[in-house]
């Protein structure tokens, strides 16, 4: 019998890849941001805490591209270890600067300080010649005041 020993992945760790160099492709259009949790949080390879929007409600984040780009991996980790809340998320992309979009997922997800606290999402992809992807988040589909945020997102 062959056996090979494997450390484990831990759940919200960025994955290894070649990612984009978002900062200096896209343009970002945001609905609100904490100022203690800026979007840059959560593009940046590096830093720290992730974004958080100003207030609860639906918020989006919008990469406008410069020129268009060609995606094949969307990664991304949404962290809540306070509220108890279920969650939705839209991803979807243009390929005209926004005039029409295309869905690429709608995911659904529940946060429970005593459980689930990450979630996070790999989705390969083929989207040839990308202008703006936008994320939209309901942090609470059930109305409440929670606070939607996104810990990390890659873009290869």
Do not use: C
Not at 17 to 27: H, I, M, P, Q, S
Not at 58 to 82: D, G
């Amino acid at each position: 019998m062959r056996k090979r020993i494997i450390g484990q992945v831990q759940q919200g760790t960025e994955p290894p890849g070649d990612w984009l160099n978002v900062e200096g492709l896209a343009e970002v259009e945001i609905t609100s941001e904490d100022a203690a949790h800026p979007i840059e949080f959560a593009l940046v390879p590096g830093s720290a805490s992730g974004w958080r929007a100003a207030g609860s409600g639906k918020q989006t984040i919008r990469l406008v591209f410069a020129h268009p780009q060609r995606l094949r991996r969307i990664w991304m980790n949404f962290v809540e270890t306070r509220t108890e809340r279920h969650q939705e998320y839209v991803l979807r992309w243009s390929a005209d600067g926004g005039q029409s979009f295309r869905e690429i997922v709608r995911q659904q997800w529940n946060f429970s300080p005593q459980g689930a606290t990450g979630e996070t999402e790999d989705h390969h992809v083929d989207l040839p010649a990308v202008t703006v992807l936008e994320l939209n988040i309901i942090p609470d589909t059930s109305g409440g005041e929670a606070v939607a945020s996104l810990e990390q997102l890659r873009l290869a």
